[in-house]
């Protein structure tokens, strides 16, 4: 990545990478609110999707499309690549972690991260392992018989996240989970995804309003735009450096951070008319 064209086109779509396809999703609550109107997405394996937007824009709505969790108005949602249930999702594929960690207090960390094998019939012993491992790859190995109630904010969300990996999903859906930490908590929990996302090759629809989330973690962001909720730019970032506390203070990042924020001012109606050229960046009207 060069530092005069910090961002690119997203890659041509291709069907055969595609893991999820929405084409022309609309959502209308039942008090007449439009959520979101004609949007079209497509995420390939692999990829780490940031959906950027102030509050109200919809993308918790569209991550929950995606999870099965909310049905749509019109439009469709498709899984090229997967294998669908009778729920018209792909079976066991897809994991959630919300914006709070949602933990079982009367359960340890290894019964809430059991949690999910558990509810697939999996015995205690038979899962004892898959749990252990996927705790040491958050780094909680040696909490797995503490409490809830004994953990930090950021030891928690951490438990939330083994619970949706513990299961092997191709697809993480990710709600603002680290939207209530500090800010240091926040970076910490930023490196140890993208850790795991780079050891694991699963895929990532991250949900933020932080520009600088957003530019950290992402290799693509979507950045969408409110009432009704619908993309109003898609691009990817390619960078040569390493994804660190030294990319913090690269003009990379620097740069994409500040032609991310300026296609955010745009989409919620406030462009600069002095700001860097948005050329390299796919609109969506």
């Not at 692999?46 to 995606?66: D, H, Q």
């Not at 019109?74 to 690549?81: E, I, K, L």
């Not at 294998?83 to 960690?101: C, H, M, T, W, Y």
Request: net charge neutral; hydrophobic share 40%.
């Amino acid at each position: 990545m060069t530092p005069t064209e910090p961002l690119q086109k997203p890659r041509t779509e291709n069907r055969q990478r595609a893991l999820v396809m929405l084409t022309g999703v609309s959502k209308v609550f039942s008090s007449g609110t439009v959520a979101l109107s004609n949007m079209s997405l497509t995420v390939e394996a692999g990829e780490f999707v940031s959906l950027l937007g102030p509050s109200g824009c919809g993308k918790s709505t569209a991550l929950r499309i995606v999870a099965g969790l909310g049905g749509i108005s019109s439009g469709t949602v498709d899984w090229p690549s997967s294998r669908i249930n009778a729920k018209g999702l792909p079976d066991g594929d897809i994991s959630f972690v919300f914006q709070e960690p949602t933990l079982l207090p009367w359960q340890t960390v290894f019964g809430n991260v059991y949690l999910p094998l558990r509810l697939q019939g999996i015995s205690k012993a038979a899962a004892t392992s898959t749990v252990l491992e996927t705790l040491d790859t958050v780094g909680l190995k040696d909490f797995a018989q503490a409490y809830p109630r004994q953990l930090s904010g950021g030891m928690k969300m951490r438990v939330s996240i083994a619970r949706a990996l513990v299961t092997k999903p191709k697809l993480l859906l990710m709600d603002e989970p680290f939207a209530a930490l500090d800010e240091i908590t926040r970076q910490k929990l930023n490196d140890d995804v993208l850790r795991l996302w780079r050891e694991t090759g699963i895929t990532v629809i991250f949900v933020t309003h932080s520009v600088f989330e957003a530019a950290y973690l992402s290799n693509r962001i979507v950045v969408m735009k409110a009432r009704p909720g619908r993309v109003h730019a898609d691009f990817t970032i390619a960078t040569s450096l390493e994804r660190d506390a030294h990319y913090r203070t690269s003009e990379e990042y620097r740069q994409v951070c500040e032609k991310a924020s300026n296609v955010l001012l745009e989409a919620i109606g406030f462009p600069l008319d002095n700001g860097p050229s948005m050329a390299g960046l796919e609109h969506h009207g």
